[in-house]
């Protein structure tokens, strides 16, 4: 009986126990897997990726390897950083350093014989001051992937740095020069008076007989450069001495110092379409014309002088009442063979086109318009015309004018070997009182009180400028600029010594510097 009850007990209590209701679990990952389970993603797509994108590598050989290290030395392109250096090392003869560089911003495809390399590094010169910011950050290479050409990857870097890269837009042409003069790279291209270019590069011709001067105008300038512009160099102080007196001329302070070219149209006919790249001009050294480039015809003739030629020279202007109309081609001395004298001469060219006269039409024949210009010299000197040697007497240099003297003796013009003889008359003291006239109004006229005023004035600030910078008398400036430069040494070294530091103990970023 009692274990009955104790059966129907246990029973009851089984049933009053709920039971649990099995239901199956899904798959579930913990939160704290979520970041290592990122970060696998991103490796396995960065390990994806470099092996899908393969680097380029290019070698480049330079004359020397100043500032250049392997693994720390950027590749830049427009200073943002496409590359790297991986290796330094010498050419198989040991001339030059080649530079193997890892790149990860450029194509292949970009890498042509066009492309150009250069190091860039803190530069002082004539034309500036360039590289400053490598001071701290250390030189790096820079790259101009260049258009179209043929692909490679070795290359031979470039001394210099270049001034325009790909995408200035502009046009680069070429000028012929006898010799370079004060021009260097950077040296600026003016137009009216304002920079609009610069000297890029400049070399010997191959048959060394001129010096090819490239050069770079930016674009919209360009299109104003046509073949017929002049291109004439305006570096230093022009100075020339003639039979007209003083020439001076200076272009500007800074083409003075870093000599620069200038370019004008106003001798080019107009309505022209813009030069090509890499056309080629003449650069000049006057921007005027000079009478023996416009001359395209012109006639010779013979002058003889019974009291010498003194002051006379080659190019010296030959004048008809004040205007040019030719040049003296040559001046010598020969017998004369009825005297068995001594007797100087001058050659002469005369333009026809310079002439005050409407016969002699341009579509003449060169016999013609020679016989046209004879007649003319023949009437003018049957009624008085007249070759005469004038000088200066300021410089010393003489030319010769046509002019009429009335009481002139009557000698016609000789032809000699169909030469036309010109009849001359000697210098007047006359003329000579005349120029000294016209040279006394014009030294009276110079203020020369108010020029020695400013001279003293001038004297003065010099003196006091010297002084200033005079750090052993005590000048305020001389002594600010050493105790500058002091300053600038010692933060120098600091640097120096920070960075030698931060090499050895990079930790020392995150940890501080460990006390000694």
């Known amino acids: 009986m009692t274990d009955k009850i104790i059966k129907q007990h246990s029973q009851t209590i089984q049933k009053s126990i709920p039971k649990a209701i099995n239901t199956p679990r899904g798959f579930s990952i913990s939160p704290i897997w979520t970041i290592p389970m990122i970060a696998a993603l991103i490796g396995g797509w960065l390990v994806f990726k470099s092996a899908v994108v393969e680097n380029v590598f290019v070698d480049v050989s330079f004359k020397s390897a100043s500032g250049i290290e392997a693994g720390k030395t950027p590749v830049k392109l427009r200073n943002v950083k496409v590359g790297e250096v991986t290796e330094v090392r010498f050419t198989e003869d040991l001339s030059e350093v080649e530079i193997e560089m890892e790149l990860t911003g450029v194509s292949l495809e970009r890498l042509t014989n066009t492309t150009r390399f250069w190091v860039i590094r803190p530069r002082i010169g004539i034309e500036g001051v360039s590289g400053l910011d490598t001071l701290l950050s250390g030189a790096f290479i820079e790259i ?3 258009e179209g050409g043929t692909a490679q990857t070795i290359f031979k870097g470039l001394k210099e740095p270049q001034i325009y890269q790909l995408g200035n837009p502009g046009t680069s042409y070429l000028l012929n020069s006898d010799k370079l003069g004060s021009i260097s790279r950077g040296s600026s291209i003016k137009h009216r008076g304002i920079t609009v270019g610069s000297v890029t590069k400049y070399k010997l011709t191959d048959d060394h007989s001129h010096v090819q001067i490239e050069i770079f105008i930016e674009s919209p300038h360009d299109q104003y450069v046509t073949r017929h512009t002049r291109f004439w160099n305006v570096s230093g102080i022009n100075i020339a001495l003639n039979a ?27 309505n022209l379409i813009a030069a090509e790249k890499n056309n080629l001009f003449t650069l000049h050294n006057t921007e005027a014309p000079e009478i023996e480039e416009t001359a395209v015809f012109s006639v010779p003739m013979k002058l003889y002088f019974d009291n010498g030629v003194s002051g006379l020279s080659i190019h010296a202007p030959v004048e008809y009442k004040g205007i040019r109309i030719g040049t003296v081609k040559k001046v010598g001395v020969e017998i004369n063979t009825d005297t068995d004298e001594m007797i100087t001469f001058a050659m002469i060219n005369v333009e026809p086109d310079r002439l005050p006269t409407n016969e002699l039409h341009t579509n003449l024949s060169a ?54 003889i010109i009849p001359t008359v000697p210098e007047t003291v006359t003329g000579i009182i005349k120029q000294i006239n016209e040279l006394l109004v014009r030294i009276k006229s110079v203020p020369i009180e108010n020029i020695s005023k400013n001279l003293n004035e001038a004297t003065e600030n010099m003196n006091d400028l010297i002084k200033s910078l005079n750090v052993e008398e005590g000048g305020v400036t001389g002594v600010q600029l050493n105790e500058t430069m002091n300053e600038l040494s010692k933060a120098a070294r600091s640097i120096r010594i920070v960075s030698e530091y931060l090499e050895r103990h990079p930790e020392a970023l995150i940890k501080g510097k460990k006390p000694e």
């Open 144 to 146: 101009d992937p260049g």
């Open 367 to 420: 016999k013609k318009r020679t016989q046209l210009v004879y007649r003319f010299f023949e009437h003018m000197v049957k009624v008085g015309g007249r070759g005469q040697l004038k000088s200066n007497i300021l410089t010393g240099q003489s030319l010769i004018v046509f002019d009429n003297f009335s009481d002139a003796k009557k000698e016609p013009i000789r032809y000699v070997d169909d030469l036309a």
């Open 244 to 270: 007209k007196g003083f020439d001076f001329d200076m272009e500007s302070i800074s083409s003075l110092v870093a000599g620069g070219i200038a370019f004008t149209n106003e001798y080019a006919p107009e």
